[in-house]
């Protein structure tokens, strides 16, 4: 009886480990995945009139705090909306679009939303959170 014990006890805690290790592969592409990619977005911004261009959706929550960053900020944008068929989905695809929020703030290409990472954005392209 013990050794049965044993034996699943034994049996529990490989399962433990491959678990374990399953978990923290699946989270290592994230350690080397960038906040941003530079690039020249100059075309975007001049096209939508705006220092700062989101595309997104209507029912995306991260869209969705994006939103209420800058209009906590004061921070005008263009909203584009690519949760419908037209020219914004299409630019979206041309930028690489993958998922939403994406945001293109001077040379950045920012993907999802981080409030630290949209922040120095800002600063680097000459606008200042907080002081509209």
């Avoid at 989270?27 to 941003?36: E, H």
């Avoid at 999802?112 to 954005?121: H, L, Q, R, S, W």
């Amino acid at each position: 009886m013990i050794k049965h014990l044993k034996t699943l006890g034994l049996y529990a805690l490989i399962l433990a480990a491959g678990l374990a290790v399953g978990v923290a592969v699946a989270k290592v592409p994230a350690l080397f995945k960038k906040d941003f990619v530079q690039g020249d977005y100059s075309a975007y911004l001049k096209q939508h009139k705006a220092q700062v261009v989101l595309y997104g959706t209507q029912t995306c929550p991260f869209c969705a705090k994006a939103r209420a960053y800058f209009k906590e900020k004061g921070i005008a944008y263009a909203d584009l909306d690519v949760g419908t068929p037209g020219e914004s989905r299409e630019e979206f695809k041309k930028l690489g679009g993958s998922s939403v929020p994406l945001l293109l703030i001077g040379d950045r290409r920012i993907n999802g939303f981080n409030a630290g990472v949209i922040k120095a954005a800002l600063e680097a392209s000459g606008d200042k959170p907080g002081i509209h």
